[in-house]
């Protein structure tokens, strides 16, 4: 995707999920996120809420960017 391969060379950290609604698969999303920035520790989350605690438990400074 073009706004991932963009945003995720910014992140040393990135976890992909599915939305709500219909959405990519989050494998796919996680595996462009590391073709994109391969030093990234890129992680699946199975939903939201799960990738909302995953990147506040990894958080520096409390700084939190979500793309959808």
């Known amino acids: 995707s ?7 060379p ?9 939305a709500r609604h219909k959405g990519r698969d989050p494998a796919d ?3 462009l996120a590391a073709a994109a920035n391969p030093r ?18 990894r958080a ?3 700084a939190i960017y979500v793309a959808g």
Request: charged letters at 15%; a neutral charge.
């Open 2 to 8: 073009g706004a991932l391969a963009i945003l995720a």
């Open 40 to 57: 990234a520790e890129v992680a699946i989350a199975p939903d939201t809420a799960a990738a909302r605690a995953a990147a506040l438990a």
């Open 10 to 18: 910014a992140f040393p950290r990135i976890v992909a999920t599915r």
């Open 60 to 62: 520096e400074a409390g």
């Open 29 to 31: 999303i996680a595996a």
